[in-house]
């Protein structure tokens, strides 16, 4: 096994294509930094931490330094490669994110939003190291990079816990998820279909099956749970609770808030305002 060294001398945060031949054998080797290693598309092995494991498109590698591995693809596999030196990170996102979560190499498999997000992150990192080497450019790429390795945590956690679920139960599960971690954006039902590859008549059918709503009815209830919560909590404008909870029209957010509390947020508010101490 050989020391393939990667130059990070330019920048601590590096990101290259690889195309391997069908058969081709990338023999035992290991690096002095991290890799993430995202199959882009086609099919292989990779041997890591002495196990032989299958690699499909979007699975997701870190490997740690001094870590000995080799792929092998067995059709065209083009894998995108993020290499960086840790010492880029922040202290505490290099303690308690990269050292808590991924003290060894490992593969992980994430779900149809995680790999969708992981792909959109990859395409920010590589816009932005397209462009001209700055203090700005290097900042964004970092900022990427820790928002990549947090999502990659995040999903590993979601897909532990659906781990034996029914598909259906599993997608429906996985919607509820990702709308309570999104419920902020602009979605839509024809968005989370396109993340799952399926129609939105099917979305709306197997979350409708396991929840009794269709998913923009639970959208809606998230943004008015959240916006309840602010309204007797916080002394924020109504137009900055309507714009936080991801709604763009303040006469929808009200017609909204009205619909699910049978009040309007301003009484809302007056109801539940903290009793003030004599």
């Not at 930094?33 to 092995?45: A, C, D, K, P, S």
Request: proline content about 3%; overall charge positive.
């Amino acid at each position: 096994m050989t020391l393939k060294w990667i130059d990070l001398s330019r920048n601590a945060i590096d990101l290259y294509e690889q195309k391997h031949r069908g058969g081709h054998l990338v023999s035992e080797h290991y690096h002095q930094t991290h890799q993430l290693l995202f199959v882009l598309e086609g099919e292989g092995t990779i041997r890591l931490g002495g196990e032989v494991r299958k690699l499909t498109v979007d699975d997701t590698a870190l490997i740690v330094p001094y870590s000995v591995h080799s792929v092998m693809s067995d059709f065209r596999l083009t894998l995108l490669v993020l290499a960086f030196d840790e010492a880029v990170l922040d202290p505490d996102m290099r303690a308690q994110l990269l050292h808590a979560y991924f003290p060894a190499s490992c593969l992980m498999k994430p779900g149809l939003f995680a790999a969708s997000e992981l792909r959109q992150l990859l395409r920010k990192m590589l816009f932005e190291q397209s462009r001209e080497l700055s203090p700005l450019v290097r900042l964004s790429l970092k900022v990427q990079l820790s928002q990549l390795l947090l999502l990659l945590v995040r999903s590993a956690g979601t897909e532990a816990a659906g781990a034996g679920s029914s598909s259906n139960k599993l997608r429906a599960e996985k919607i509820r998820s990702y709308i309570d971690s999104k419920y902020f954006d602009p979605l839509t039902a024809g968005d989370i279909a396109s993340k799952l590859d399926i129609s939105t008549r099917h979305v709306n059918n197997i979350f409708k099956e396991r929840y009794n709503m269709t998913p923009m009815q639970y959208l809606t209830e998230v943004r008015i749970r959240v916006a309840q919560k602010l309204l007797a909590e916080t002394g924020k404008d109504i137009i900055s609770i309507c714009f936080e909870v991801g709604y763009d029209s303040v006469s929808t957010f009200y017609r909204s808030f009205k619909a699910v509390t049978k009040l309007s947020p301003k009484t809302y508010r007056e109801l539940n305002a903290p009793e003030q101490a004599e």
